[in-house]
């Protein structure tokens, strides 16, 4: 399968900006996805990007992507409490049949 | 609406039992999927389905089966558990479109399997 690359532990203030990085490998990929994990739970999704984009928007939350050096990255602006939680990259692409690899998870702390 | 439902939450299982994980759907979602998630390793493909009657290994099929008869369910079978398969077990459908291919894939909530 393709590579999906996190690192595994986040810690920022509240308040402060959150930014979670990935990497990957999938030359052909074609949509690129952030979930959130809170604990107990399923993964949610919260944002995703066109390979043809550099970054989207939207409220909070920043996704930028480097396509020739294949890094996305999540920037979370004024991190809150409930923020805590473990987020995860995805990616998909034309050279992996449709389907989804997934990064490990970068644990998010969120210190009051 | 109750989007994708998993059962049970919890199991222990003796090695060598075997049982049988539920998912369901109410989205009347073509493509289900079926993952495992293990700490420091994200989440690996079991197996997929991208329509009743259709199924195909993922990237950790071994010593799973599964069966899609009805598109709203896509039960996982362990046959033979071993400690190995300690894990927690996600279910996850997602429909096509047009423009991706296949939409962002919808979780369930889990089910927590515990092999001793």
């Known amino acids: 399968g393709e590579d999906v690359e996190q690192s595994l532990f986040l810690s920022v203030r509240e308040g402060d900006s959150s930014v979670i990085n990935c990497t990957y490998t999938?030359?052909?990929?074609?949509?690129l996805y952030w979930y959130k994990q809170e604990p107990g739970a399923g993964l949610q999704l919260l944002t995703y990007?066109?390979?043809?984009?550099d970054m989207k928007q939207d409220q909070r939350l920043t996704v930028l992507l480097n396509k020739k050096d294949k890094h996305l990255s999540l920037r979370i602006a004024d991190t809150q409490t409930g923020d805590s939680a473990i987020y995860f990259c995805?990616?998909?692409?034309?050279?992996?049949?449709?389907?989804?690899?997934f990064g490990t998870g970068t644990s998010l702390t969120v210190i009051p | 609406n109750a989007g994708v439902t998993q059962t049970p939450k919890f199991q222990v299982l003796k090695t060598g039992q075997s049982m049988t994980l539920q998912c369901a759907q109410d989205?009347?979602?073509?493509?289900m999927s079926w993952y495992r998630q293990d700490p420091g390793m994200g989440l690996r493909l079991i197996h997929y389905?991208?329509?009743?009657?259709?199924?195909d290994q993922g990237e950790v099929p071994n010593g799973y089966n599964v069966s899609r008869s009805t598109t709203e369910d896509f039960p996982l079978r362990l046959l033979s558990a071993a400690p190995s398969q300690t894990s927690v077990y996600f279910c996850a459908s997602s429909y096509r479109s047009s423009g991706q291919g296949i939409s962002p894939l919808h979780f369930g909530n889990g089910t927590r399997l515990t092999v001793t």
């Open positions: 995805a990616e998909k692409g034309w050279n992996t049949g449709n389907q989804f690899y």
């Open positions: 389905s991208v329509g009743a009657g259709i199924t």
């Open positions: 999938d030359s052909s990929s074609t949509y």
């Open positions: 990007i066109f390979s043809n984009m």
């Open positions: 989205m009347n979602h073509e493509y």
